[in-house]
């Protein structure tokens, strides 16, 4: 006769809503090979505490190969009472191996063993997810190493402010990106804590080696507290924290090149692959991609903030309301992979108008340099920028671009401009001037590409 794995002190049903509320089968299921990893590796590590014979562990063993097989194959055949993918999986291994099946969970919990499967499954999206980074990063630095010729303005509140190159700007997106991938190989020892060994909360009383299983399953550290062990979800806290971030920055990129796209810039053009059209107005062309690596940003750090308050509150140990990691955790991870790939698509096929940045530099965009010019020649910057800034306000007045000033009108703003001030009106020389590193002056881009280079290849 059926029966739940908890249900020796029961004698009355699970109301039929209770028992769809508390089943978590249809999106823990993606755990499943993990969940049959760390149960080999339990089956072995009791066989080392004599709980199991060699012969029992061997077949226990074949038996769970058997059931991740049949979750790879697709063929697996949940049942009604399945709480979850740990105990599906064990109801399937006792109906493959028979009573051996009912020793696997000697010792264990499912709260050390959810715990130990979560882990375990966002370590490996962690290595894809430094793949899908890497990726975007990649295409990043090779546009830039190809669109280095490229000037345009850099905008400060969106206001033009200093002739950039597009590489340059190109290159900042991977910096930030660049930080992200470091920051997530960061959390990777916070999260290969093995909790596995910690039983309901109290630990082991079988003295299973812990050491040993955290070897088997490539854990860095073992939970040192079983308490702490089966409730800690600070690295799931953490990766949501880590993604929102990623997302902030994605949304910075999406919004520029938004901008950057509408007619009255027309800086880039979207690839068609990655916009949209509209079913009214005949003439639209959308950046529905951009506009959505903006608007999943809302979305995860949604995630973030709803898992934060889910364990506000909690008291000590497993607590049911932290099977409300996995939904966030998943839906996370499953949206910052189509972003980052998305965003790769977006950045590799976007068409860049080279004249159209040249005709947005305006040559105010050299006031700065105008006030270099004189620095150059001993006078103080905060008196060159006050002159400057007249050379601004009278080529405004003129209704003409401040190198169309005659020289008797640079002469009368300052005693210390001489003929050669014209040179100083291009914009090629303004950014080959921002030599020191970090400018963007073509040799410092350069730099950068050089850096980021290496830092793929780590
Ligand atoms: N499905 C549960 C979760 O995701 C597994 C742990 C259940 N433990 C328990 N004591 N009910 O958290």
Redesign the pocket.
């Known amino acids: 006769t059926k029966q739940k794995l908890w249900g020796g002190r029961f004698t009355g049903k699970t109301d039929p809503l209770m028992h769809a509320f508390n089943q ?1 089968l249809k999106y ?1 299921q993606r755990m499943a090979a993990v969940d049959i990893r760390g149960s080999i590796a339990y089956a072995k590590a009791l066989t080392r505490v004599a709980i199991l014979t060699p012969a029992e562990e061997e077949r226990m063993v074949a038996g769970l190969a058997a059931v991740g097989k049949e979750w790879a194959d697709g063929v697996f055949a949940p049942q009604e009472d399945d ?2 993918i ?1 105990t599906a999986n064990e109801r399937r291994l006792s109906e493959l191996i028979g009573p051996l099946g009912g020793k696997l969970h000697t010792g264990r ?3 050390d063993q ?1 715990a130990t499967d979560v882990r375990l499954w966002l370590l490996d999206q962690v290595t894809a997810t430094e793949d899908n980074l890497k990726a975007l990063i990649r295409v990043l630095v090779e546009r830039a190493d190809n669109e280095k010729d490229y000037i345009l303005p850099g905008y400060t509140h969106l206001q033009r402010g200093q002739p950039i190159r597009w590489a340059h700007l190109l290159l900042s997106y991977a910096f930030s990106f660049r930080s992200d991938l470091e920051r997530l190989r960061q959390l990777v020892p916070r999260i290969a804590v093995l909790p596995l060994g910690s039983g309901a909360l109290a630990g082991n009383p079988f003295g299973v080696d812990r050491e040993f299983l955290a070897r088997e399953l490539g854990f860095h550290s073992v939970a040192e507290n079983s308490l702490w062990g089966v409730a800690d979800r600070d690295f799931i806290a953490e990766f949501l924290m880590w993604a929102s971030l990623v997302m902030v920055h994605m949304s910075k990129m999406a919004e520029d090149l938004i901008i950057y796209s509408t007619a009255e810039f027309g800086f880039v053009s979207l690839s068609d692959a990655y916009s949209t059209g509209s079913s009214m107005m005949p003439q639209k062309k959308n950046p529905d991609s951009l506009e959505l690596l903006r608007g999943k940003s809302g979305r995860l750090f949604g995630n973030m903030a709803g898992f934060m308050m889910t364990l506000k509150g909690l008291p000590s140990t ?1 607590n ?1 309301d ?2 409300e990691d ?1 939904e966030p955790l998943f839906d996370t991870v499953d949206n910052l992979t189509a972003c980052l790939s998305i965003a790769e698509g977006v950045i590799a096929t976007l068409t860049v108008n080279g004249e159209k940045m040249r005709a947005a530099l305006t040559m105010d965009v050299l006031a700065t340099d105008l006030a270099d010019y004189l620095v150059r020649k001993g006078i103080p910057f905060r008196e060159t920028h006050h002159v400057s800034g007249r050379a601004v306000a009278l080529a405004e007045a003129r209704q003409c671009q401040i190198n169309e000033l005659t020289f008797a009108d640079f002469k009368s703003l300052h005693a210390g401009f001489t003929e050669d001030i014209y040179a100083v009106f291009d914009f090629e020389a303004s950014v080959e001037r921002r030599q020191a590193i970090g400018g963007t002056s073509r040799a410092m881009v350069e730099r950068q590409i050089a850096v980021l280079r290496a830092e793929l290849l780590k």
Do not use: A, M
Request: aromatic letters at 8%.
């Open positions: 978590s823990d709480e979850d740990h919990s499912r709260n959810v497993y049911k932290l099977q996995k």
